[in-house]
């Protein structure tokens, strides 16, 4: 006599399961059927979690955002001159990349084909736009250098950012750590960018 198989997945687990299936083969080329193999259980077993596929988008990229969005409210991004503010945001922005990596890779990667996704975009600008905005008052503080346009340092500092995602494996034997990669960023981006009076 054979048992079945029990559903042993929570919604946190299948959710880990679908960002990886998201990131593999895309949002728009993974079906419920990929995801319920990957997850090893039946289509009827996610729907008992999730309306859907978008819903296990949504919550994938609710959780990168609010991550991001909480180092904005976190006292080393409130208090103090605008480029230390700055540099905080960058580190700990790096920090939260890595510790929900599978997450914020597939915020980065998506294209505004569904609802979710364009108001992930949005959501995505409006962060952006406020460490532009830390960087501007920086800037205006003569932190920065004069020299270098302010869009042009807040798409370099985001490029540098974001790339993150492309390269981090931290299952590599000899990975940096999550702190090697901050100190790296932190360093070669404001050693560039800073005024030192």
Known sequence: MTMAKR??????????VAVKVFNERGYDGTSMEHLSK??????????HH??????L?????????????????EPGA????????????????????????PYVTLLLRVRGNTDTERWAMERRREFDHRVAGLLKEAAADGDLRQDVDARLATRLLFGMINSVVEWYRPDRGGAATSDEVADAVVHTAFAGLRTYR
Not at 50 to 55: D, L, N, P
Not at 81 to 95: F, M, N, P, S
């Open 7 to 16: 559903d042993t997945y929570t919604p946190e687990s299948l959710l880990a």
């Open 57 to 73: 988008l949504r919550l994938a990229i609710s959780r990168a955002l609010d991550g991001l969005f909480a180092v904005l409210d």
């Open 50 to 55: 999730v309306k859907g596929k978008e819903e």
């Open 38 to 47: 990957a997850a090893g259980i039946s289509k009827s077993s996610i729907y």
């Open 78 to 101: 409130t208090g103090g001159r605008a480029v230390d503010r700055l540099e905080y945001v960058t580190r700990r922005t790096i920090e939260v990349l890595i510790a929900e990596l």
